[in-house]
């Protein structure tokens, strides 16, 4: 079996797309998987840094900043659909999946060229630009969360398989793993961890409030920060720090299942993995929608668990070093008011979703006859 994911520019889209790989491979293990992005994504990282061949196209966003450019998109799509055609023949392709983002896009009007069976799977409440173009070239649709299905043409029959997230995450006993996640990432003895997680990219709103926390909380013992900045803002921040013994930063991290298990208390944007992770791990948050995201969907997306009360909302324009330090020192301070929000958090379908989305894949790839040029 052999299939093509469309899947690029932020983790949001990457990381599903990913776990929908291991998936796979779980249910066949002789499954040929490829990637299709661009070059100025994520993806070049991440794609072949987990083993995946990834093949680029000349795709741009479907961003209303682009301006006058935005007029460039239409030949875009269509080179960058022809690109992906030439793609699925190439790798004998059964299926084509997007994942959402502006790569998924062409890898859908390929597979539509070529005369293939095709998936597309939404992860936010409120879909994206990408997957709203895409949805009207194929009538194959799976959400994360059932918000999106209006949103999507033939949204009404989409099935809902929740966020496909990593096995290590869809399995996380965190009890079980702190003292060893506590100790691989040199959290002090007694100390609670407050994890600073701006997404893939960083955020410099919430690097900025936490720098500011960690000059406040200096000669403290009993609180430890870690900031993941991003790679862009990382030497910027540890100048900013001035070796705080308090807090660090770092640019990434590789073992979300590690930081999960050994934070305490996590702030953070909230994009749709990352709401599907801690609804799934039962990490308490504080939870900053990204202002400018598409239908201020990662406000839909953070209302999950701050409805629930496994999370708090914190508006993007009042995350300040004040207004943070108000909200999470009663935190930290409370032990039972964080373990009645890490039990608040309902799991739903997210830590089989990435199983039952690849089924779905497998059934449709079923019904392809092998693609020859």
């Given at each position: 079996?052999?299939?093509?994911?469309?899947?690029?520019?932020?983790?949001?889209?990457?990381?599903?797309?990913?776990?929908?790989?291991?998936a796979?491979?779980?249910?066949?293990?002789s499954?040929?998987?490829?990637?299709?992005?661009?070059?100025?994504?994520?993806?070049s990282?991440?794609?072949?840094g987990?083993?995946?061949?990834?093949?680029?196209?000349?795709?741009?966003?479907?961003?209303?900043?682009?301006?006058?450019?935005?007029f460039?998109?239409?030949?875009?799509?269509?080179?960058?659909?022809?690109q992906?055609?030439?793609?699925?023949?190439?790798?004998?392709a059964?299926?084509?999946?997007?994942?959402?983002?502006?790569?998924?896009?062409?890898v859908?009007?390929?597979?539509?060229?070529?005369?293939?069976?095709s998936?597309?799977?939404?992860?936010?409440?409120?879909?994206?630009?990408?997957?709203?173009?895409?949805?009207?070239?194929?009538?194959?649709?799976?959400?994360?969360?059932?918000?999106?299905?209006?949103?999507?043409?033939?949204?009404?029959?989409a099935?809902?398989t929740g966020?496909?997230?990593?096995?290590?995450?869809?399995a996380?006993?965190?009890?079980?793993?702190?003292?060893?996640?506590?100790?691989?990432?040199?959290?002090?003895?007694?100390?609670?961890?407050l994890?600073?997680?701006?997404?893939?990219?960083?955020?410099?709103?919430?690097?900025?409030?936490?720098?500011?926390?960690?000059?406040?909380?200096?000669?403290?013992?009993?609180?430890?920060?870690?900031?993941?900045?991003g790679?862009a803002?990382?030497?910027?921040?540890?100048?900013?720090?001035?070796?705080s013994?308090v807090?660090?930063?770092?640019?990434?991290?590789?073992?979300?299942?590690?930081?999960?298990?050994?934070?305490?208390?996590?702030?953070?944007?909230?994009?749709?993995?990352?709401?599907?992770?801690?609804?799934t791990?039962?990490?308490?948050?504080?939870?900053?929608?990204?202002?400018?995201?598409?239908?201020?969907?990662?406000?839909?997306?953070?209302?999950?668990?701050?409805?629930?009360?496994?999370?708090?909302?914190?508006?993007?324009?009042?995350?300040?070093?004040?207004?943070l330090?108000?909200?999470?020192?009663?935190?930290?301070?409370?032990?039972?008011?964080?373990?009645?929000?890490?039990?608040?958090?309902?799991?739903?379908?997210?830590?089989?979703?990435?199983?039952l989305?690849?089924?779905?894949?497998?059934?449709?790839?079923?019904?392809?006859?092998?693609?020859t040029?």
């Amino acid at each position: 079996m052999s299939v093509v994911i469309g899947a690029g520019g932020t983790g949001g889209h990457i990381y599903p797309g990913l776990a929908l790989a291991e998936a796979l491979l779980r249910a066949v293990p002789s499954a040929v998987i490829s990637f299709v992005g661009t070059t100025r994504g994520l993806e070049s990282d991440l794609i072949p840094g987990a083993g995946h061949r990834l093949h680029t196209v000349d795709m741009i966003p479907f961003d209303p900043a682009l301006g006058a450019r935005r007029f460039l998109l239409p030949a875009a799509l269509l080179k960058s659909g022809a690109q992906c055609r030439a793609i699925l023949r190439a790798q004998r392709a059964h299926i084509a999946i997007g994942m959402g983002g502006y790569p998924s896009a062409p890898v859908i009007l390929g597979a539509r060229l070529a005369g293939l069976p095709s998936l597309i799977h939404e992860s936010n409440a409120v879909p994206g630009r990408a997957n709203q173009f895409a949805a009207r070239l194929t009538p194959h649709l799976a959400v994360a969360f059932d918000h999106s299905r209006a949103h999507l043409a033939g949204g009404e029959n989409a099935l809902t398989t929740g966020m496909p997230i990593a096995a290590p995450l869809a399995a996380l006993d965190r009890p079980t793993l702190r003292e060893q996640a506590r100790r691989a990432l040199d959290v002090p003895e007694g100390a609670r961890l407050l994890l600073v997680n701006g997404g893939s990219l960083g955020a410099a709103r919430l690097t900025e409030a936490a720098v500011g926390l960690a000059h406040r909380w200096r000669e403290r013992t009993d609180v430890h920060l870690l900031i993941k900045t991003g790679p862009a803002a990382l030497e910027q921040t540890r100048r900013r720090l001035d070796d705080s013994p308090v807090a660090r930063a770092v640019p990434y991290l590789d073992r979300m299942d590690l930081a999960y298990a050994a934070a305490d208390l996590v702030v953070c944007r909230a994009g749709a993995a990352t709401v599907a992770e801690l609804a799934t791990t039962g990490v308490p948050a504080i939870l900053v929608p990204y202002p400018h995201a598409p239908g201020d969907h990662q406000t839909h997306n953070a209302r999950v668990l701050s409805d629930a009360g496994a999370g708090l909302l914190l508006p993007d324009a009042e995350t300040t070093t004040e207004r943070l330090e108000a909200l999470t020192a009663p935190l930290l301070a409370d032990p039972a008011r964080l373990a009645a929000m890490s039990g608040a958090a309902e799991p739903g379908p997210h830590a089989r979703a990435a199983d039952l989305l690849a089924a779905r894949v497998v059934e449709l790839a079923s019904t392809s006859k092998e693609y020859t040029a």
